[in-house]
């Protein structure tokens, strides 16, 4: 399944949830997956929806990342709109503390913590790691991170391959919601391909997803078969 289809796949997710009349928070991660997802989706009219991101939307250069999925859907269902203006990784643990004591900022946490269903994106690391080739991390914290077990993101925190959370600079810093193990509403990952078999195993093992949306393919070799 190449990543249009993909993107069909998720982008009905989405549809199904949108088509509440009750309000609902929809939550986001980043990604040229979900990027595809957003694109696919049909133009609708939910005034009555939040729309919310759980990562920062703000490279170290000042520049706003191409990839803010949350922003996408909005314009396109003309949903409520609630950004998270922060650096996707702050310059420093202090740094971050400041952001997120921000009002403005904590209320978006807050509404993350209430969302109805999330959608998120799994990253692999190394050289073509979306977090080193859009320049959030370098060469330096890209080889600290594989020598400390490192192999996938979730929204920019680091997991090793059995889904635990590396101690490291990058989750010192990393500014975005931090996801909850076992949540008790929908948090769906949403990945595929070969290159991502390691990511995708390690995501579901951190208990912080309890939904995937992939191809057969993938799918069958997490299965084992």
């Avoid at 990604?31 to 939910?46: K, M, N, S």
């Avoid at 520049?63 to 650096?87: C, G, I, L, N």
């Avoid at 702050?90 to 503390?97: D, G, K, L, M, V």
């Amino acid at each position: 399944m190449r990543t249009s289809h993909l993107g069909q796949a998720c982008a009905a997710a989405i549809e199904r949830a949108l088509k509440f009349d009750a309000p609902q928070t929809i939550a986001f991660g980043t990604g040229r997956v979900l990027r595809a997802c957003a694109d696919e989706q049909f133009i609708l009219h939910c005034p009555q929806h939040k729309i919310e991101s759980l990562v920062g939307n703000i490279a170290e250069n000042g520049e706003a990342t191409r990839y803010d999925v949350a922003v996408h859907v909005a314009d396109r269902v003309k949903a409520q709109h609630y950004p998270m203006p922060t650096p996707v990784i702050a310059a420093s643990n202090s740094e971050r503390e400041v952001w997120q004591q921000q009002q403005h900022i904590s209320r978006i946490h807050s509404l993350a913590e209430q969302a109805d269903i999330s959608f998120v994106g799994i990253g692999n690391l190394g050289s073509v790691s979306p977090l080193y080739k859009d320049g959030f991390i370098g060469d330096d914290e890209l080889a600290i991170l594989a020598d400390s077990g490192a192999c996938e993101e979730i929204i920019s925190w680091i997991f090793n391959e059995e889904g635990a959370l590396i101690k490291c600079n990058i989750n010192e810093r990393v500014t975005s919601f931090k996801l909850k193990a076992t949540p008790e509403k929908p948090v769906i990952g949403v990945a595929a391909g070969d290159n991502k078999f390691k990511a995708i195993r390690g995501a579901l093992r951190s208990k912080f997803l309890n939904g995937l949306i992939t191809t057969k393919r993938t799918a069958s070799a997490l299965l084992g078969n």
